[in-house]
């Protein structure tokens, strides 16, 4: 607690973009490389304003693409560089090979997402299609709530990032527009200094140099191709205890830490409503009026999305009669669509839980979702659960078929 | 009677009107000049295909009454290659801001260039990456402000005439949104040009360059835009300028008659099977 004192913050009015761009600047990163898209822009131009005003010492790279912005920040990182960027949709898809390099690589870089849809048709509005897609490229993917959640996940990103025991890169995700572009009160810390007493600068990974010559990423044949691939999935391991465990020290260093799930009213309700991102604020919202209308539901958000946190879903899913899950994107050909749906059943049924699971498809392509469509959707969920009904396909909440 | 609202109003998606396009923006400039070309020629209107990608360029498919694809950021080029090579009766045209064109599509226009494919490529060169608020491109000239170059860009930009003229385009030419007229000739040259042609439009964008770089209204861009654009005629590529401060050469720079990429490919095709005869 001594620490706590010590730590000073200024309470500015930020949009959870500006909020990224603070965390950058705080964990004083030597190089930003990006390339414009909506929603993610402001995050860049905020960080190219520091460093033209002298408050960021750090490089920024203009790059051409969004394929050249993840691969310019290899580089970096590969030479030791504290090295971030930020994205959004399409940009991200176009990462989508580079976003493989940097975790292959071990790279301890850190990227905010304003996640948005997916072309074609074009969107530039809000959901999760272009995050989710990045399920499989090993990296470690945090989901915030708020833009003071963003802050503080942008610094516990780079010590997840860069501990040792784990040395992949991060990113840090949160909804494009209803949170990119909206503002919110966020605390920064009011010196870079005391950010850097939690995420020290040091190079824990292996960099390239000239003088002791070395060559990363070179060709793997069969005979070592499969180890090399299986360490990754031994720093996922390890990163779902280290993710928890920056949770922490940043709680006892900064005093705010949020866990893996963060949850309301979930013990001793009728059901509970499991989501990302922030349309958990709608649902804390509907409390109310999901209550006047005499259902018990507990609401429950999803910080961590790679390395799954099965524990703690487990743990949710134990103390619930039925989960509702909420999805904002689309897993195209299969009958139960919602990424976070799909993981959470895997994981119950591996375990042999066998409670309903209510999978709504909302938000697609920012589709309003206000309370009332929360209300209602609690409802209808808690009358199949009294029916003692169970659903075999995601409910596409709200389309006009 | 039924009110005809502009005499060209059959190649406009009446519709779609108002444009997302900002007052004083010179994107509108070119799309009247380039469907004036189109009426003049009296190219059938269902033999034309725009390709865009993003950018407040690319919007240009929503607004004209042409079929048309609105595509992903830098990949218009090679769309209309594909259109191209499946309908070589059509004339495919692109159309794409200088971000779309020259940096994250900048490999396409190379090698479209290059191969001398039968595509027409329209580049609305503003300066910036307008749609997302003002970023700095890499037209940027030196001594102007974006947003993420407060203090001025950090490279020298491109010129985009020298680049496609050195890649191999047989028609290159810069016009700006101050010569409408002469911008209509250029098209006309263009869409009956065989091979590869690439027309460079400097224009204004007032709402993102303008307040950036201190002009308090439209006009007063346009006027500066006006000013150092200096028609040159009978001059090559090289012998061109792109400075805010002095001059960015206006004018006809390549016209220049080489085989097509599909005659090209078409030859080697013949070549080949005729070749193969012999054998047997």
Request: aromatic share 10%; glycine share 8%.
């Given at each position: 607690?001594?620490?706590?004192?010590?730590?000073?913050?200024?309470?500015?009015?930020?949009?959870?973009?500006?909020?990224?761009?603070?965390?950058?600047?705080?964990?004083?990163?030597?190089?930003?490389?990006?390339?414009?898209?909506?929603?993610?822009?402001?995050?860049?131009?905020?960080?190219?304003?520091?460093?033209?005003?002298?408050?960021?010492?750090?490089?920024?790279?203009?790059?051409?693409?969004?394929?050249?912005?993840?691969?310019?920040?290899?580089?970096?990182?590969?030479?030791?560089?504290?090295?971030?960027?930020?994205?959004?949709?399409?940009?991200?898809?176009?990462?989508?090979?580079?976003?493989?390099?940097?975790?292959?690589?071990?790279?301890?870089?850190?990227?905010?997402?304003?996640?948005?849809?997916?072309?074609?048709?074009?969107?530039?509005?809000?959901?999760?299609?272009?995050?989710?897609?990045?399920?499989?490229?090993?990296?470690?993917?945090?989901?915030?709530?708020?833009?003071?959640?963003?802050?503080?996940?942008?610094?516990?990103?780079?010590?997840?990032?860069?501990?040792?025991?784990?040395?992949?890169?991060?990113?840090?995700?949160?909804?494009?527009?209803?949170?990119?572009?909206?503002?919110?009160?966020?605390?920064?810390?009011?010196?870079?200094?005391?950010?850097?007493?939690?995420?020290?600068?040091?190079?824990?990974?292996?960099?390239?140099?000239?003088?002791?010559?070395?060559?990363?990423?070179?060709?793997?044949?069969?005979?070592?191709?499969?180890?090399?691939?299986?360490?990754?999935?031994?720093?996922?391991?390890?990163?779902?205890?280290?993710?928890?465990?920056?949770?922490?020290?940043?709680?006892?260093?900064?005093?705010?830490?949020?866990?893996?799930?963060?949850?309301?009213?979930?013990?001793?309700?009728?059901?509970?409503?499991?989501?990302?991102?922030?349309?958990?604020?709608?649902?804390?919202?509907?409390?109310?009026?999901?209550?006047?209308?005499?259902?018990?539901?507990?609401?429950?958000?999803?910080?961590?999305?790679?390395?799954?946190?099965?524990?703690?879903?487990?743990?949710?899913?134990?103390?619930?009669?039925?989960?509702?899950?909420?999805?904002?994107?689309?897993?195209?050909?299969?009958?139960?669509?919602?990424?976070?749906?799909?993981?959470?059943?895997?994981?119950?049924?591996?375990?042999?839980?066998?409670?309903?699971?209510?999978?709504?498809?909302?938000?697609?392509?920012?589709?309003?979702?206000?309370?009332?469509?929360?209300?209602?959707?609690?409802?209808?969920?808690?009358?199949?659960?009294?029916?003692?009904?169970?659903?075999?396909?995601?409910?596409?909440?709200?389309?006009?078929? | 009677?039924?009110?005809?609202?502009?005499?060209?109003?059959?190649?406009?998606?009446?519709?779609?009107?108002?444009?997302?396009?900002?007052?004083?923006?010179?994107?509108?400039?070119?799309?009247?000049?380039?469907?004036?070309?189109?009426?003049?020629?009296?190219?059938?209107?269902?033999?034309?295909?725009?390709?865009?990608?993003?950018?407040?360029?690319?919007?240009?498919?929503?607004?004209?009454?042409?079929?048309?694809?609105?595509?992903?950021?830098?990949?218009?080029?090679?769309?209309?290659i594909?259109?191209k090579?499946?309908?070589?009766?059509?004339?495919?045209?692109?159309?794409?801001?200088?971000?779309?064109?020259?940096?994250?599509?900048?490999?396409?226009?190379?090698h479209a260039a290059r191969r001398n494919a039968d595509i027409?490529?329209?580049?609305?060169?503003?300066?910036?990456?307008?749609?997302?608020?003002?970023?700095?491109?890499?037209?940027?000239?030196?001594?102007?402000?974006?947003?993420?170059?407060?203090?001025?860009?950090?490279?020298?930009?491109?010129?985009?005439?020298?680049?496609a003229?050195?890649a191999g385009a047989t028609y290159?030419?810069?016009?700006?949104?101050?010569?409408?007229?002469?911008?209509?000739?250029?098209?006309?040259?263009?869409?009956?040009h065989r091979g590869f042609s690439f027309?460079?439009?400097?224009?204004?964008?007032?709402?993102?360059?303008?307040?950036?770089?201190?002009?308090?209204?439209?006009?007063?861009?346009?006027?500066?835009?006006?000013?150092?654009?200096?028609?040159?005629?009978?001059?090559?590529?090289?012998?061109?300028?792109?400075?805010?401060?002095?001059?960015?050469?206006?004018?006809?720079?390549v016209?220049k008659d080489e085989p097509t990429y599909l005659e090209q490919l078409?030859?080697?095709?013949?070549?080949?099977?005729?070749?193969?005869?012999?054998?047997?």
């Amino acid at each position: 607690m001594e620490e706590l004192t010590k730590v000073e913050w200024v309470r500015l009015p930020l949009s959870t973009n500006y909020a990224v761009a603070y965390a950058a600047k705080d964990a004083d990163i030597d190089i930003v490389s990006a390339y414009p898209i909506t929603p993610q822009t402001t995050v860049v131009e905020k960080l190219s304003e520091f460093i033209a005003n002298g408050e960021l010492k750090a490089q920024m790279i203009h790059v051409e693409s969004e394929h050249s912005a993840l691969s310019a920040a290899i580089g970096a990182s590969a030479m030791g560089a504290r090295a971030f960027t930020a994205t959004a949709s399409q940009g991200l898809e176009l990462m989508h090979e580079v976003l493989h390099i940097a975790s292959g690589l071990r790279l301890p870089i850190v990227m905010s997402v304003a996640a948005r849809a997916l072309s074609a048709p074009i969107s530039i509005w809000g959901d999760y299609t272009d995050l989710m897609n990045t399920r499989d490229t090993s990296w470690v993917v945090l989901i915030a709530g708020s833009a003071q959640e963003a802050y503080d996940s942008v610094l516990q990103a780079y010590k997840i990032a860069e501990d040792s025991r784990v040395l992949l890169p991060v990113m840090v995700g949160y909804d494009g527009f209803l949170m990119s572009h909206t503002y919110e009160p966020v605390s920064v810390l009011a010196n870079s200094g005391a950010a850097l007493r939690y995420i020290p600068k040091k190079v824990t990974w292996a960099t390239l140099n000239p003088e002791r010559p070395i060559t990363v990423g070179a060709m793997a044949n069969p005979d070592w191709y499969y180890e090399i691939k299986y360490q990754q999935v031994e720093a996922m391991k390890a990163a779902y205890e280290v993710v928890k465990e920056a949770d922490a020290e940043y709680g006892r260093t900064f005093g705010r830490s949020y866990g893996i799930i963060e949850e309301t009213d979930t013990d001793g309700s009728d059901l509970n409503v499991l989501t990302y991102g922030g349309i958990y604020g709608t649902l804390l919202e509907s409390s109310e009026i999901i209550r006047k209308n005499g259902i018990k539901a507990g609401f429950a958000r999803l910080r961590l999305f790679r390395p799954f946190p099965y524990e703690e879903v487990l743990k949710l899913a134990e103390k619930s009669s039925a989960l509702v899950v909420l999805d904002r994107a689309i897993t195209y050909g299969m009958p139960i669509a919602g990424p976070l749906a799909r993981e959470v059943i895997s994981v119950l049924y591996s375990h042999g839980i066998n409670i309903p699971v209510y999978n709504f498809i909302v938000g697609i392509g920012q589709r309003s979702f206000t309370e009332n469509d929360a209300l209602k959707v609690v409802s209808a969920s808690f009358e199949m659960l009294k029916r003692g009904q169970k659903i075999d396909e995601s409910i596409y909440w709200g389309v006009r078929e | 009677m039924e009110l005809e609202l502009h005499p060209l109003e059959k190649y406009i998606r009446t519709e779609k009107m108002p444009t997302t396009w900002c007052p004083g923006c010179g994107i509108g400039t070119e799309a009247q000049a380039f469907i004036r070309a189109v009426d003049e020629l009296k190219i059938d209107p269902k033999k034309i295909v725009i390709v865009s990608g993003i950018g407040c360029t690319g919007r240009m498919p929503h607004y004209l009454r042409f079929d048309g694809a609105h595509v992903l950021h830098g990949r218009a080029i090679p769309v209309a290659i594909g259109i191209k090579l499946a309908r070589p009766d059509l004339k495919v045209v692109v159309w794409g801001g200088d971000g779309d064109i020259l940096s994250i599509g900048g490999n396409h226009l190379i090698h479209a260039a290059r191969r001398n494919a039968d595509i027409t490529v329209i580049m609305n060169n503003n300066f910036i990456y307008g749609l997302t608020g003002g970023q700095v491109a890499p037209t940027t000239p030196k001594d102007t402000l974006t947003y993420t170059s407060p203090y001025g860009p950090d490279s020298k930009p491109f010129d985009a005439v020298k680049i496609a003229a050195a890649a191999g385009a047989t028609y290159v030419a810069r016009w700006s949104t101050a010569y409408p007229v002469l911008l209509k000739e250029s098209f006309k040259k263009a869409l009956q040009h065989r091979g590869f042609s690439f027309i460079e439009i400097i224009s204004q964008c007032p709402e993102i360059f303008g307040r950036i770089n201190g002009f308090k209204d439209p006009y007063g861009l346009y006027q500066k835009i006006r000013k150092i654009g200096q028609i040159r005629r009978g001059i090559g590529p090289f012998e061109t300028k792109y400075d805010w401060n002095e001059e960015i050469t206006l004018g006809e720079f390549v016209n220049k008659d080489e085989p097509t990429y599909l005659e090209q490919l078409s030859q080697i095709i013949k070549e080949a099977q005729e070749s193969g005869q012999d054998e047997a």
